[in-house]
């Protein structure tokens, strides 16, 4: 089952006869839901009375349950979702209630609410597109994303949709990877091409933030830096603030130092 579908896109549970049924009641799904890693498809209330059933027969509460189909173990089911968001049931409710944001994801989450273009004299976004380094791909993207997805949902458990926009990302790249060399595209075609599908694909989960999500991580991707540096760089025009439960509060070190980039991914371009 595609993370697309998942986002909300897929068609309306009532509107066709020639969908599967489900696979513990044999009848049409009603309330379609997916269980969040195999994403094996069920009525919602058939495989919330599922996983009652199976919970009363262990004596701890479970933090996971096998999928009834495939045995993986999942940690929640993911539901009612209409293209603009989603709702999570979690098979055991306690499982999030000790996540805390870290200081860098309180810091990142300031970021977010920071005036935009703080870095955009900073790194060559255009140069970045012209070389096409979008072709490159970046080994930290993934574990960057995370902890944004993490700062921004306020969630530990955001592989749904990490996974999704990874997947969406390396989509767009396969795309320009093969398409014919006679297809004149220009570089800010395609810079407007993948912020409009990274966009679609994050405003389900991030919404107000997307726009902005988005600007950050071609940011960072044009940066070419790991991410100790690119936080460094951060600080640097932000200052070092932190965010607080209740309120935005400046941290105690405001210090300026220069930074110097360091450990680049990309090769030296050669022109």
């Not at 703080?118 to 902890?147: G, I, S």
Request: aromatic share 10%.
């Amino acid at each position: 089952m595609s993370a697309k579908e998942i986002a909300g896109e897929s068609k309306s549970v009532d509107d066709g006869s020639d969908r599967d049924p489900c696979p513990i009641c044999l009848g049409p799904i009603l309330q379609e839901s997916y269980l969040d890693t195999c994403f094996h498809k069920f009525c919602f209330n058939c495989i919330k009375q599922w996983i009652k059933v199976v919970s009363s027969k262990v004596s701890k509460e479970l933090s996971s349950v096998k999928c009834p189909l495939c045995k993986t173990d999942n940690i929640s089911i993911i539901h009612n979702y209409d293209g603009h968001s989603f709702d999570r049931h979690y098979i055991n409710r306690n499982i999030t209630d000790g996540f805390v944001l870290t200081k860098e994801q309180r810091y990142r989450l300031l970021c977010y609410y920071a005036e935009s273009g703080l870095l955009a004299d900073v790194f060559d976004v255009p140069r970045f597109w012209k070389m096409q380094k979008c072709l490159q791909p970046n080994r930290l993207l993934e574990t960057w994303l995370r902890r944004e997805l993490q700062a921004l949902m306020q969630e530990e458990d955001v592989d749904i949709v990490l996974h999704h926009l990874v997947g969406v990302m390396d989509s767009f790249r396969k795309r320009i990877e093969w398409r014919p060399k006679k297809e004149a595209r220009t570089a800010e075609t395609d810079q407007e091409q993948f912020k409009a599908v990274v966009a679609e694909a994050a405003r389900p989960f991030i919404m107000a933030r997307t726009d902005r999500f988005v600007d950050e991580i071609e940011l960072f991707l044009a940066s070419g830096l790991n991410i100790e540096a690119y936080d460094a760089i951060y600080k640097q025009r932000l200052g070092s603030r932190e965010m607080g439960a209740a309120n935005v509060a400046r941290g105690e070190d405001n210090e300026r130092t220069i930074v110097t980039p360091y450990l680049f991914l990309f090769e030296e371009d050669s022109d």
